[in-house]
């Protein structure tokens, strides 16, 4: 098995994780309760705060902070795709085709294997993060506002004052600060 390094420094870490050939699987109604679910059921095993997240209808976005001592993101992942994947096909969803040693592995078609991991290093890369991923649905052009997607942290951090209404309005939004996250 490969040993890919991951950054261990830090707790607060930016993720990124995508469904197996981008299937539109997340924002149906099934994919987000099984997805509400599996990650409800590790935070009880493994408490971590939720500061920010996005859900796309093939992707993820989201910032966690992980307690003192505690930088095992990717047990957390594998057990959250692990226990969507199975809620997932209980409730009638599919799989799409794997290939021999995806098979072999005992993997199913409903995740990517691996996922994009960034380590904060401090509060001003927490908000860039938090930034892209509220302002990813205009991005992928799903909507002209990102207040109008609503499967979004972000109306949560303008409530907090965070961030104004208007804030990632289509009409003034310029959209290459985030080129880093691509």
């Keep these: ?3 890919y390094r991951r950054n261990r420094e830090g707790s607060v ?4 994780v995508v469904t197996h050939h981008r299937r539109p699987i997340l924002t149906t109604e099934i994919g987000r309760r099984c997805l509400r ?3 409800q ?5 493994r408490p971590f705060e939720i500061i920010g997240i996005v859900l796309l209808p093939d992707h993820v976005h989201t910032v966690w902070e992980l307690p003192p001592g505690d930088s095992d993101y ?3 992942w594998r057990r959250i795709k692990g226990l969507f994947t199975t809620a997932w096909l209980a ?7 794997v290939t021999k040693s995806r098979s072999e592995r005992g993997e199913r078609g409903v995740w990517q294997r691996r996922f994009y991991e960034h380590t904060c290093r401090d509060d001003s890369d927490v908000k860039r993060c938090l930034d892209y991923l509220h ?3 205009l991005k992928h052009g799903l909507v002209t506002r990102v207040r109008d997607w609503p499967w979004s ?3 949560r951090h303008q409530r907090l004052g965070e961030y104004d209404i208007g804030w990632g309005d289509a009409s003034v939004w310029y959209g290459d600060e985030f080129s880093q996250f691509e």
Excluded: C, E, Q
């Design 1 to 3: 098995m490969s040993n």
């Design 13 to 16: 870490y930016f993720f990124t």
């Design 37 to 39: 679910s599996a990650i």
């Design 41 to 45: 059921s590790v935070r009880r095993d």
């Design 74 to 76: 990717s047990t957390l």
């Design 91 to 97: 409730a009638g969803g599919t799989s799409s085709g």
């Design 135 to 137: 302002v990813n649905p």
């Design 153 to 155: 942290s972000f109306h």
